[in-house]
Every structure is written in structure tokens, then in C-alpha cells.
């Protein structure tokens, strides 16, 4: 049995006994899916920290004896694939994680901040989601409609106060894209993320909002479905969980722009898609 070593962990991957199997495998991730149907990723040392997760000092995937389906227990702070794979994580260490709560006497001075960080992406970005401008056929050109409808929809659902409104705005989005993750769940992510960390907005609506992802989200693939269900838990990637935190702590424009930067790198266009939701949640406060 090949033995290698983790460098962190979040706290919730090794805070209770689970078993299950291997979902998926990728160059620089893979994927448990446990009995309890949660996901759970082992990444590679590079990979931004996140929710249920175990980092390892490897560089790729590919040089791991790793099979879809391959049984999966944690025992203690071990993590044992099948006969074939032990990862000790005795000496690794808890990964940071930043409580998200939106500070309403910082509203004025948010708002700004995210109308200058927007207003930059509408002029610098051309990305393949919400952000695209140049089009390389019309089926393109017809998806990223369906996702700014999408979007103006779920908007003026918070606007109206109209709870049919959100459940086409959510059924239009989810699922809708290309990629791991599409972007249409990316932005409901990022929207997820800001809805939840406000205390004083309707918690009603939001909480149907919450209602209807879940309900709904097997519109769209295992690992969405659990980015999703992070988000209304308010936790996502460290990139996008530092820039909330620091914009809700007032930081200046200079720290947010490092941190944007930061989350450009999440993905294709995941990083830019996440943050128009973010800032599409902050208009509406």
C-alpha cells in the first residue's frame, strides 16, 4: 500500500468517521462521494483550500493507482483507498475558514467598492460565462442570453418580492453551462454565499431561495450540486471566502483587487461567474 502524507485539512473532513467511494478523478483532484451523499475532495498542494477537503503533497493525480469506485474509509486521521492508497494526515493542519457576515454599517461603503469592481470586469473581461463579449458562433451567443436572462430574472424576483419569479430564475440557471461546474450554478453560488451571510434582508425569501436550489439541484452534476449546498452553508473556495470577508470588513480597494485577481484563477470563466453573482447579490441590498 503506497503511503504519502497531508500537508492541511478542512475541519469538517476528518471531524467524523465516514466511508464511501470514489466518485470522480482529475489531474489535480478527486472526489469521494460518501454514504451520506457528500463530496469530499482530496487535492493536490496547489489547489486553493476549501470545504471538505484533504490537501497532499503531491503535484498530479495521475501518478496515484486511483479508480472510479474504489471503496473509501476514514479511520482516526487516516483516509485509506481501498488497499491500495493511505493518506496520514497526523501532521497536517486545520485549513483557516472566515465567518461571512455582511456588515450593514458597512452597506454604503460596500456597495461602492463592488460597483468599481464590476464596472472593471465589464471592461477588461471576456470570459465564457456571464462576463463574455465576443461570441464564436450563435449557440454562444444563445447560451449567454439564457444566462443574463437568468439572471435579470432571479433579480427582479428579490426586487418584486415574487416568489414564481424565483423558481423560473433558479430552474432557468441551474445546470446551465459549460464545464464542471456551469456557469449558471456558479452565479447562483456566488448569489447563494451573499444572501445568506445578511442578517437583516428578508430571511423569508432568501430562505426559499434556499428551498428551491436544493430541491432543484439535480438539474445539474454532483460536484454543483455540492458547491451549492456549500454556499447556502456560506462556505466556498478560500479566493472567494477572503474576498467576502474582506469586503465585509471594509478593506481597501487595493486588497479587494488582489483578491479578485485571486479568484479569476478559480476555473474557465467559475472564478468570474462566482463573482457576478456576488456583486449581482449586493445590488439588491
Given at each position: 500500500?503506497?503511503?504519502?502524507?497531508?500537508?492541511?485539512?478542512?475541519?469538517d473532513f476528518l471531524e467524523t468517521t465516514f466511508s464511501g467511494t470514489i466518485h470522480s478523478v482529475f489531474e489535480r483532484t478527486f472526489n469521494?462521494?460518501?454514504?451520506?451523499?457528500k463530496l469530499m475532495t482530496v487535492a493536490t498542494h496547489p489547489i486553493f483550500d476549501g470545504p471538505q477537503m484533504i490537501k497532499i503533497n503531491e503535484t498530479s493525480m495521475k501518478y496515484l493507482p486511483l479508480e472510479i469506485g474504489m471503496a473509501v474509509s476514514h479511520v482516526g486521521k487516516r483516509l485509506l483507498i481501498a488497499d491500495v492508497l493511505e493518506i496520514d494526515c497526523e501532521e497536517a493542519k486545520v485549513?483557516?475558514?472566515?465567518?461571512?457576515?455582511f456588515s450593514k454599517e458597512k452597506a454604503l461603503e460596500i456597495k461602492r467598492h463592488t460597483t468599481i469592481i464590476n464596472n472593471y470586469l465589464e471592461i477588461n473581461l471576456d470570459t465564457v460565462g456571464f462576463y463574455r463579449k465576443t461570441f464564436p458562433n450563435d449557440v454562444e451567443e444563445v447560451m449567454h442570453r439564457f444566462l443574463m436572462n437568468g439572471k435579470?430574472?432571479?433579480?427582479?424576483?428579490?426586487?418584486?418580492?415574487?416568489?414564481?419569479?424565483?423558481?423560473?430564475?433558479?430552474?432557468?440557471?441551474?445546470?446551465?453551462?459549460?464545464?464542471?461546474?456551469p456557469s449558471g450554478d456558479d452565479f447562483l453560488t456566488g448569489f447563494l454565499l451573499v444572501?445568506?451571510?445578511?442578517?437583516?434582508?428578508?430571511?423569508e425569501?432568501?430562505?426559499?431561495?434556499?428551498?428551491?436550489?436544493?430541491e432543484n439541484c439535480r438539474k445539474t452534476n454532483a460536484v454543483s450540486q455540492n458547491q451549492l449546498k456549500l454556499a447556502i452553508d456560506k462556505r466556498a473556495l478560500k479566493p472567494v471566502q477572503q474576498f467576502l470577508y474582506d469586503l465585509y470588513r471594509g478593506s481597501s480597494m487595493l486588497t479587494l483587487n488582489k483578491r479578485v485577481e485571486e479568484i479569476l484563477r478559480i476555473g474557465s470563466s467559475s472564478g468570474s461567474d462566482m463573482l457576478a453573482g456576488i456583486l449581482s447579490a449586493i445590488r439588491l441590498y
Open positions: 500500500m503506497k503511503k504519502i502524507q497531508g500537508v492541511s485539512y478542512s475541519n469521494i462521494e460518501t454514504e451520506t451523499n485549513m483557516e475558514e472566515l465567518p461571512l457576515v435579470e430574472t432571479l433579480e427582479s424576483a428579490f426586487e418584486k418580492d415574487d416568489s414564481s419569479l424565483l423558481e423560473v430564475g433558479v430552474s432557468s440557471l441551474l445546470g446551465l453551462g459549460h464545464g464542471l461546474t444572501l445568506n451571510s445578511q442578517t437583516d434582508t428578508n430571511r425569501f432568501t430562505g426559499l431561495l434556499n428551498q428551491l436550489v436544493q
